[in-house]
């Protein structure tokens, strides 16, 4: 019982006292990191994560304007697809040498 009270003072708390830094000339800085996944089995693995970092910035009050770029870092087999069909756009491969599918072939090499 003692639990309900606590929890439902603290949800009172945030709505009534919480303040954003929502005035003009504050910005906002943040980001996601998500879809992490990973099959590290014997022989082959794979590994790959999406981050979203956001900017914006407050042109009058409670107001923002600004944007985010998703980047993913994935193996070529997973979004060859993706970048054939101008889903993606990629822009490097992690490779010593360029690959021959013709879709990443003129892609710089990290």
Do not use: H
């Amino acid at each position: 019982m003692k639990k309900r009270y606590f929890i439902a003072l603290a949800l009172i708390f945030t709505v009534f006292f919480a303040q954003a830094q929502t005035e003009k000339g504050y910005y906002l800085i943040g980001g996601n990191i998500g879809n992490i996944k990973g099959n590290f089995q014997k022989g082959g693995s794979s590994f790959g994560i999406g981050i979203t970092p956001k900017v914006a910035w407050f042109v009058k009050d409670n107001i923002a304007v600004g944007g985010q770029i998703d980047l993913m870092c994935d193996q070529t087999t997973n979004t060859t697809q993706q970048i054939e069909g101008k889903k993606v756009i990629a822009y490097a491969v992690t490779t010593a040498k360029p690959l021959i599918t013709p879709v990443l072939k003129d892609l710089s090499t990290l």
